[in-house]
């Protein structure tokens, strides 16, 4: 008899054909050395460079691996509710590509999981959980753009949540798919819908601190906090005008 499924872990990727291999041999290396069944998601979106390649030659030494390749790109946001709609595990977790957040900060979500939270965070800002730190800063500027954003982003969406947008998120299975299966927004806003609907919902959101560790390849361009922002206040008309299923 088949196992149980207990913990999805859903990776997007866009051009990872870098960083990808081996954020995937450490995502490998923890789960292997847990006593929970488990799988990898690795959703392609639609990738230009060669990540579709890397990650079929290295799906061989990869337990578990489930690969999800769509040819166009659609954003982030868009690729990670693929994979949380098409996981199988009691407990979805996405986490980027660069491993910036280690796979290992999951010891600290499961214990949360266990006494009853929906959903687990990891956070970059000490103001939600003490011991969150950025211990490779990203440059100055973005730190300042999204402290600014931040504020806009509790004003007008999720109120009291210093980090919306680190990428490391765990769901349970009912609430991820009660969740993801509303969502709107594609690109990098994404997190903030879902945490907005996640309070929406009531659901217990848990917060773990984050050792976060940038990575200068980053996707995500200055533009992008502005599309953000418009992200946010689209996510705000929503609940307003009751467009998600409460």
Known sequence: MQQEIYLSVIVPAYNEAERLPQTLKRLQEYLTGNNFAYEILAVLDGPSDPTREVLQDQSVDISNLRIMDRPINRGKGYTVREGMLKASGRIRLFTDADNSTDIAHFDKMKPLFDEGCDVVIASRNSKDSAGAQQAVPQAWYK????????????????????????????????????????????????????????????????????????DDRSHVRPFDYLRVLEDTLRVRINLLARKYEL
């Open 143 to 214: 730190r300042a753009i999204g402290q600014i954003g931040n504020l806009l982003v509790q004003l007008l969406a999720v109120r009291g949540i210093w980090d919306t947008q680190c990428g490391f998120k765990a769901f349970r299975a009912q609430a991820a798919e009660r969740i993801f299966s509303q969502t709107t927004v594609d690109g990098w806003g994404f997190d903030i819908e879902v945490l907005a609907l996640a309070r929406a919902l009531k659901y217990k959101i848990g917060i773990i601190p984050a050792h976060w560790i940038n």
